[in-house]
Each structure stands twice: as structure tokens, then as C-alpha cells.
T-cell receptor, first 112, second 108 residues
């Protein structure tokens, strides 16, 4: 299994600002995944982050809006840039260990 | 493109009842199927993982089955308890494609 610590757990931000979410895993993993869960909706994959290379973004998500860092095999950050109220969501990081997916507790973001 | 559907969207049952949650998918060429639980405003807790070569997995009061030929999975919860109240999500990987979930309420 894997234990994932995600910070902050929640935040309220002004529109036009940026927020960086941190994700720390208790073991080394090749890939880390970032998801968004909009209110009342299910999870949508934003991007896959590999250590030492650019993140791979899903359709509808771009690096300028959601820059990702992956400096080592246990840590990643997701930045939500130039926020608008439409960015209000829960953001979750995830890893896979022996094909089983594990998630952090999420970051609940409210943009006002 | 894989699509995952969960029925019903919401379910309310009295405590002690056995229940079944359904998950269907459009592409049978799956790798794994995983069931999660999500409490309000929280992250996801993995409940059961079924490899594509398996037909079912059990953990305590939970049993999940997989029928790739029909594109279906079920999550069976025995003797439901109020603490089981949560949203249950199924997802197929990799990468994970989620259904919209079933919101379960178990009434004491």
C-alpha cells in the first residue's frame, strides 16, 4: 500500500491568484497522478507526472494553467494558476502500487 | 473511449440490509477494476481491486465481482451499517476512468 500526504487540505483563494498543492508519498513511485473532482461530479485525470520528465496532460488541461513539478520519486506539486470560481474543486493526487491505486485526502479549493 | 456508468446514483436502505451496487463499462479490454469509498469532502479509500484475470474479490462484508464479457461489475455489501454511508466509486485503469458513483445512505 501507500500513504499519501496532501497539503493544504483546504483553502479559500481570491480569483486571479495561484495555489500550489503538495503531495508526499511514503515510498518511491514511478508515476504520480493528479485528479480534479468538480462539485457533484466524479474524478477527472488532469495529468500524469513522471520524475525527470514533463508531465503528460489530458485533453482539456494545459501546462500553463496546471503546472506540475516532480523533483523526486516521492514528491510532486500541482499549481492551479490564475484561478477563477470555475476552478473550485477537490484536487487529489494518486499513486499506483502493484496496480492498485491509492489517493491522498484531497485539497478542497474554493475560489472567490 | 472507455465510459463507466454506475447505477443507482443514490440508494437509501435500512440498517442490516444486504445491497448491490452496479458498475458497467463500455470497453471490455480492461486492465483492472477498483472499487473506492469516498466520504463527503474527503479523498478516496480503496476497497477492492479486481485484476482482469479474476472474477471476484472479497474483503470482510464486501464482495466485488467482475464480468468482462458483459462489461459489468457489482459490489455486494452484506449486513449494511450506518458507517457504510458514503459514495462508492468504481474505476477502471490504467489510467483510472471513474463512474459518477453511488451515494449510499444506511439508516439506523
Amino acid at each position: 500500500s501507500a500513504v499519501i500526504s496532501q497539503k493544504p487540505s483546504r483553502d479559500i483563494c481570491q480569483r486571479g491568484t495561484s495555489l500550489t498543492i503538495q503531495c508526499q508519498v511514503d515510498s518511491q513511485v514511478t508515476m504520480m497522478f493528479w485528479y480534479r473532482q468538480q462539485p457533484g461530479q466524479s474524478l477527472t485525470l488532469i495529468a500524469t507526472a513522471n520524475q525527470g520528465s514533463e508531465a503528460t496532460y489530458e485533453s482539456g488541461f494545459v501546462i500553463d494553467k496546471f503546472p506540475i513539478s516532480r523533483p523526486n520519486l516521492t514528491f510532486s506539486t500541482l499549481t492551479v494558476s490564475n484561478m477563477s470560481p470555475e476552478d473550485s474543486s477537490i484536487y487529489l493526487c494518486s499513486v499506483e502500487v502493484w496496480t492498485e491505486a491509492f489517493f491522498g485526502q484531497g485539497t478542497r479549493l474554493t475560489v472567490v | 473511449k472507455q465510459e463507466v456508468t454506475q447505477i443507482p446514483a443514490a440508494l437509501s436502505v435500512p440498517e442490516g440490509e444486504n445491497l448491490v451496487l452496479n458498475c458497467s463499462f463500455t470497453d471490455s479490454a480492461i486492465y483492472n477494476l477498483q472499487w473506492f469509498r469516498q466520504d463527503p469532502g474527503k479523498g478516496l479509500t480503496s476497497l477492492l481491486l479486481i485484476q482482469s484475470s479474476q472474477r471476484e474479490q472479497t474483503s470482510g462484508r464486501l464482495n466485488a465481482s467482475l464480468d468482462k464479457s458483459s462489461g459489468r461489475s457489482t459490489l455486494y455489501i452484506a449486513a449494511s451499517q450506518p458507517g457504510d454511508s458514503a459514495t462508492y466509486l468504481c474505476a477502471l485503469n490504467t489510467p483510472l476512468v471513474f463512474g459518477k458513483g453511488t451515494r449510499l445512505s444506511v439508516i439506523a
